[in-house]
């Protein structure tokens, strides 16, 4: 399938040394606008553009028929865009050159096309700091690019829109972090900041440095509010910011910003991550009290557990139902979220939630065990050892958190054979023992249909942590066997046992330290149990244990907030965060507009299609403008076209372009860009059906992303806009006959032989089916006179017309019958029509005029032609050998597609 390959230019592309003298820079950016189409008295206007156009989209499809294009395909690319630049100046083709004269890694080249772009437009910040950037690639070494770039951020670059002085701040901060230079890249970065507060890199640099350096989480969050404003939709910023309050304990204030960035997520339509969503749940916890979490988490199981049993009403009430729908029971949470709900039901004081979630614990537990016991259940990464390991970890865990929990759950009767793993061999601690019917905890506690509530039994968890060492070879220095031991130890009232263990074990593992803190409460020594709780609320944030060490500190303090002043501070500052900050997160519609209008709404083939793009700032604040800022730059426009019944939509490739002419855009500023949209698969479908009607639409999508199915959707927190139809109607000339239209090619003026080409081409490659369902394809001897008549011409035709010729009509290698055009084509001096001759219609190595082409006098010529010497020489091949898109390939699967099979299909 063809593809487009469409240069971007950002301020990013080719980034280049930061070198040179200011004076040339800035006189090279303040140069006068000048003119850039034909003037409207050009009487060869359309046979021009025309020309053009079809040059663009020959050196696209060559570019992507190289898989993996190296610097020369991006040179092609340029000389070829330089031809169709002479023939229709426009700004768009001179960005598109620019783009492959950057992927060619031409400096020379890339300065002279910033130049020309900013006659046409003075404003562009984007292209003015690119071609700083490439001017400044003069100095000789690091310390020489500082002071020139020194000279441009001082007041010689005064004139500078603050927008690049402020890249420029940061281009010398990298250096002077390179050289060593700690104050200088702090100063810089300061400079940076101020002049443009929209300039993220700076912002992040900032944040970044003082953070390791400011142990004041006020002074955090202010550095997090700089990085907040420069890029207000990032919601790795707002997350940051949630994070900071939540560790101070201002809740209510992280859950605004934790729900900002849930509604980000969900509106680009993917799931909240499950981090996100517990961070969520311990802000809401710290809000709004544990039993919050208690009773939505009782909630969700009891609805997920109603479902079950609906499901099973249904299937009893099927007699020919064969499938089996799980028992309410068997419904639980996943361990990580049954471990909240357990700890919050501990921190509200409810008790029945307690002993329910210790039991559905255990029981998720024995399943999880059951699953990794049987390779046809376990992920194929787990082998028997690692299993063995993961059910260990399982089992005693379980008892360190039963204790923590201060809550008993015996096994159940249904849960024996479920809990069975591979235990290794007491023999052999590595090696893993054949998988058992009984679990360990069945030799500890006899099997009960349904346990009920009953005390905390610390020798019956003794007795069954023992089992656990036993059956499954643990050594007394296992960490994990320590911590639950001596948690058993605590909750027998075997404290002075239960201590060096515990302070042995220390930070190495967080159990180990709650169960110190509850030594300490059994001993009634609530400020070292403080202590021990105020380190985990300071060292384990976001974490079930810092929330649990939260409500127990409250609980020992009797207060609210664990440090009210710094708490109130806290409050102050979100307090200062913008309410828009807010609406934000509700989508791309709330901070900006993008528009998208087609123009002319109706025209025929031949004329050239213009989409408007326009991008509007409505925040009160100036936002970046790129690839990865808040005003997503990069934009696919893709096409659906109707040639008579036949939607083509699914099989034109949509092209790529980008609205980065500015580095950021003031409150209420717009960006408007006049896009071609036909340089793709489009374009060539429209000139391959000019002698018929079309009718088309564009869609733009703004931060495109490729689903994991291969769709294109919109990017998170951006836009998709939806042109309204323009229709083509057939060139007159389409109403000729093939001798009409041979003798034509000889008598026409430059404009008609644009449309007479065309209509040729059509007739060539697509032709019309007729009522019967059948192509009009033309026979031998018409492709043969078409070819005569060309050749016959093209001597006699200027440049223009020559160009035009080679551009539109096919080459020998894909019609053997228009080897006579080849062969006239083969006597071209002019060099650029000499260029599009290397390009169309040379596909040997030693092709005569490859090999005189190599040594012309006209540079383009010799560079051009030594490049696809080089690639025809390598087995490579190009646009000669192969062409455009397979058009009429498209719409016959197209109409397969969709199952249409009418006669007159494809005709007007």
């Not at 004076?23 to 034909?38: E, N, W």
Request: with cysteine; hydrophobic share 45%; net charge negative.
């Amino acid at each position: 399938m063809f593809r487009t390959t469409t240069p971007l230019v950002t301020c990013s592309v080719a980034l280049l040394s930061i070198t040179a003298f200011a004076p040339p820079v800035l006189a090279a950016i303040r140069q006068p606008s000048i003119a850039s189409s034909p003037s409207p008295g050009d009487q060869h206007r359309l046979a021009r553009e025309t020309a053009a156009r079809n040059i663009a989209r020959i050196a696209f499809s060559d570019l992507s028929l190289q898989e993996a294009p190296i610097a020369d395909d991006h040179r092609i690319t340029m000389e070829l865009l330089a031809i169709a630049y002479d023939l229709w100046p426009n700004e768009q083709l001179l960005r598109w050159r620019l783009g492959a004269a950057s992927a060619a890694q031409d400096r020379e080249e890339g300065v002279a096309l910033c130049k020309l772009i900013l006659r046409e437009d003075p404003a562009n910040t984007v292209v003015q700091y690119h071609l700083i950037t490439l001017l400044l690639d003069q100095a000789h070494n690091a310390d020489d690019k500082l002071a020139r770039l020194r000279r441009l951020i001082g007041p010689e670059g005064a004139s500078l829109d603050p927008s690049i002085r402020s890249r420029l701040c940061m281009d010398a901060a990298s250096l002077c972090q390179q050289l060593g230079d700690e104050p200088g890249f702090v100063d810089l970065v300061k400079q940076a900041t101020k002049l443009d507060a929209s300039n993220r890199d700076a912002a992040a640099a900032a944040a970044a440095y003082f953070a390791e350096r400011v142990d004041d989480p006020i002074g955090r969050l202010e550095l997090l509010a700089n990085l907040l404003l420069a890029e207000p939709a990032d919601p790795e910023t707002q997350m940051a910011i949630g994070r900071e309050l939540s560790s101070i304990g201002a809740f209510s204030e992280a859950l605004r910003f934790q729900d900002n960035v849930s509604r980000m997520i969900e509106t680009a339509e993917v799931a909240v991550p499950p981090q996100l969503a517990r961070e969520r749940l311990y802000a809401q916890w710290g809000a709004q009290g544990p039993q919050v979490i208690v009773n939505d988490l009782n909630a969700q199981i009891a609805s997920y557990r109603a479902m079950a049993r609906r499901q099973i009403e249904e299937l009893e009430k099927d007699p020919l139902a064969t499938g089996q729908a799980p028992r309410p029971e068997d419904v639980r949470l996943e361990v990580i979220m049954e471990r909240l709900r357990l700890i919050a039901a501990v921190s509200a004081k409810d008790d029945h939630t307690r002993f329910e979630s210790a039991k559905d614990l255990r029981a998720t537990i024995a399943a999880r065990a059951a699953e990794l016991a049987d390779p046809r259940k376990r992920p194929s990464e787990i082998d028997d050892a690692k299993a063995a390991e993961l059910t260990r970890q399982m089992l005693v865990g379980n008892i360190t958190l039963m204790c923590w929990a201060n809550e008993y759950a015996p096994p159940a009767a249904r849960d024996g054979a479920a809990a069975a793993a591979p235990a290794p061999a007491a023999s052999a601690p590595d090696t893993p023992a054949p998988v058992t019917e009984a679990a360990p905890e069945q030799a500890v506690q006899p099997a009960a249909s349904e346990p009920s509530r009953q005390p905390l039994d610390a020798q019956a968890l003794l007795t069954e942590l023992e089992s656990i060492k036993t059956t499954w070879n643990i050594p007394d220095s296992d960490l994990d066997y320590q911590t639950a031991y001596a948690w058993v130890l605590v909750r027998a009232g075997r404290l002075d046992e239960a201590q060096p263990i515990l302070e042995s074990v220390g930070d190495q593992r967080v159990e180990a330290q709650l169960g110190l803190a509850q030594l300490h409460l059994d001993r009634n020594d609530k400020d070292k149990a403080e202590e021990v709780y105020r380190l985990l609320w300071r060292s384990v944030p976001q974490s079930l244990e810092a929330m649990f060490s939260y409500s127990s500190l409250r609980e020992i303090l009797g207060r609210e907030d664990l440090d009210p002043q710094l708490v109130k501070r806290a409050r102050g500052f979100a307090e200062g965060i913008p309410a828009w900050i807010d609406k934000i997160s509700a989508g791309g519609h709330s901070f900006m507009s993008l528009e998208a209008n087609v123009s002319p709404t109706s025209a025929t083939a031949l004329q050239p299609t213009t989409i408007r793009l326009r991008l509007r700032n409505l925040t009160p604040v100036p936002l970046g403008v790129g690839s990865d800022r808040t005003l997503n730059s990069q934009i696919l426009v893709g096409s659906s076209m109707e040639i008579g019944l036949s939607n083509i939509r699914a099989y034109l490739t949509p092209e790529a372009t980008s609205l980065a002419r500015r580095l950021r855009l003031m409150p209420n500023e717009t960006i408007t860009v006049e896009y071609w949209p036909d340089a793709g698969s489009a374009g060539w479908v429209i000139d391959e059906c000019c002698d018929r009607l079309i009718r088309q639409r564009w869609r733009v999508v703004q931060g495109f992303m490729r689903s994991e199915e291969g769709v294109i959707t919109t990017g998170a927190l951006c836009l998709s806009r939806e042109t309204g139809s323009q229709v083509r109607t057939a060139v007159p000339q389409a109403a000729l006959t093939n001798a009409q239209l041979a003798e034509k090619v000889s008598t026409s003026d430059m404009n008609e032989l644009a449309a007479v080409a065309s209509v040729i081409r059509a007739r060539m490659l697509n032709p019309i089916i007729d009522r019967g369902g059948v192509p009009r394809t033309l026979t031998a001897e018409e492709r043969t006179a078409f070819a005569a008549a060309a050749a016959a011409s093209y001597p006699s035709l200027p440049v223009e017309g020559r160009l035009l010729l080679l551009a539109i009509l096919p080459q020998a290698s894909i019609i053997s019958e228009m080897q006579p055009l080849d062969d006239a084509a083969r006597m071209e001096t002019d060099p650029a029509a000499a260029a599009l001759v290397l390009m169309t219609r040379v596909t040997d190595a030693k092709d005569p005029f490859l090999a005189s082409a190599i040594t012309s006098a006209h540079p383009r010529v010799a560079r051009l032609a030594s490049i696809i010497s080089d690639r025809l020489s390598a087995g490579g091949e190009g646009f000669a050998a192969r062409g455009g898109p397979d058009v009429l390939g498209i719409i016959q699967d197209s109409m397969a597609a969709q199952g249409i099979n009418l006669p007159g299909v494809g005709g007007p």
